[in-house]
T-cell receptor, first 112, second 110 residues
């Protein structure tokens, strides 16, 4: 079955720096890709969904790139601030499928 | 804003007891899920359920069972808890592809 590797497991950056998290998946049939943010004591907050190949999406303070050729999904936190401190998860699912397969998570700490 | 509601937030129980966690979604979604998040933050699907089909992750022990009264509710029952069941249990729902999560129930088995 699908396996999703997420790197790095931990990331410490200073406020204003950028931070990049990369997920590599194995199944070429993976179709929908997601980034979630989990703050302490909270559930998973959906940041973005992508499904087109080689797509760059910009959100509030972050950019997501999907490279289907290399089976990679990345999240770039641009100009990080302390409110970005959280655990970030990538997730994938198949076309017609619903249950998400998650990456292993990245704990991001942003210091002032 | 949370639209997937889980109760309780926390639960501490002894080995061998039965526990039940509740989940309700107000989004009008047709599919609900239970995920387990372990102490290393790893997330694994346990069950997905809509009014037609229950899909069970084959690695889930048989002491776990989902219970649904309607498409807005999916509870999780654990018949006889074991220490390795200590985790955060996250309920979720979806209509198409986007999955929305509750805040979780943290179970501690002593």
């Amino acid at each position: 079955g699908e396996q999703v590797e997420q790197r790095p497991p931990h990331l410490s950056v200073r406020e204003g720096d950028s931070a990049v998290i990369i997920c590599t998946y194995t199944d070429p049939n993976s179709y929908y890709f997601f980034w979630y943010k989990q703050e302490p004591g909270a559930g998973l907050q959906l940041l973005m969904k992508v499904f087109s190949s080689t797509e760059i999406n910009e959100g509030q303070g972050f950019t997501v790139l999907l490279n289907k050729k290399d089976k990679q999904l990345s999240l770039n936190l641009t100009a990080a601030h302390p409110g970005d401190s959280a655990v970030y998860f990538c997730a994938v699912t198949y076309q017609g499928g619903r249950a998400l397969i998650f990456g292993t998570g990245t704990t991001v700490s942003v210091s002032p | 804003e949370t639209a997937v509601f889980q109760t309780p937030n926390y639960h501490v129980t002894q080995v061998g007891n039965e526990v039940s966690f509740n989940c309700k979604q107000t989004l009008g979604h047709d599919t609900m899920y239970w995920y387990k998040q372990d102490s290393k933050k790893l997330l694994k699907i346990m069950f997905s359920y809509n009014n037609k089909q229950l899909i069970v992750n084959e690695t889930v022990p048989r002491r776990f069972s989902p219970q649904s009264s309607d498409k807005a509710h999916l509870n999780l029952r654990i018949k006889s808890v074991e220490p390795e069941d200590s985790a955060v249990y996250l309920c979720a729902s979806s209509l198409y592809t986007e999955v929305f999560f509750g805040k979780g129930t943290r179970l501690t088995v002593v």
